[in-house]
């Protein structure tokens, strides 16, 4: 069974960054494309970044410019490198498969405050 793990979350002043890691197991992921969503409070989850198994990559508009989504196969990880970071960007972001078909992970908090 494929599992997803997303870590590097944290608190962080506007205008600063992280990097989030998504490491997955039980299936070959270099063959999907994969993608990082985020859920805020009261809202729907939504996909921000996509990366597909050749590497093309694509942003929702609110985070382009501002996040860069990586993947290293040999190490069946994704990553998102997040910069300028904004109040709205506070959400639990997730790891899955675009479109989704694995059972979502506890996701990791991102909370952007003063």
């Known amino acids: 069974q494929v599992q997803l793990v997303e870590s590097g979350g944290g608190l962080v002043q506007p205008g600063g960054s992280l990097r989030l890691s998504c490491a997955a197991s039980?299936?070959?992921?270099?063959?999907?494309?994969m993608g990082w969503y985020r859920q805020a409070p009261g809202k729907q989850r939504e996909l921000v970044a996509t990366?597909?198994?050749?590497?093309?990559?694509n942003y929702a508009d609110s985070v382009k410019g501002r996040f860069i989504i990586s993947r290293d196969n040999a190490k069946n990880t994704m990553y998102l490198q997040m910069n300028s970071l904004k109040p709205e960007d506070t959400a639990v972001y997730y790891c899955?498969?675009?479109?989704?078909?694995?059972?979502w992970g506890q996701g990791t908090q991102v909370t952007v405050s003063s």
């Open positions: 899955n498969t675009v479109p989704y078909l694995i059972s």
């Open positions: 039980g299936s070959d992921f270099s063959i999907n494309a």
């Open positions: 990366i597909t198994s050749r590497f093309s990559t």
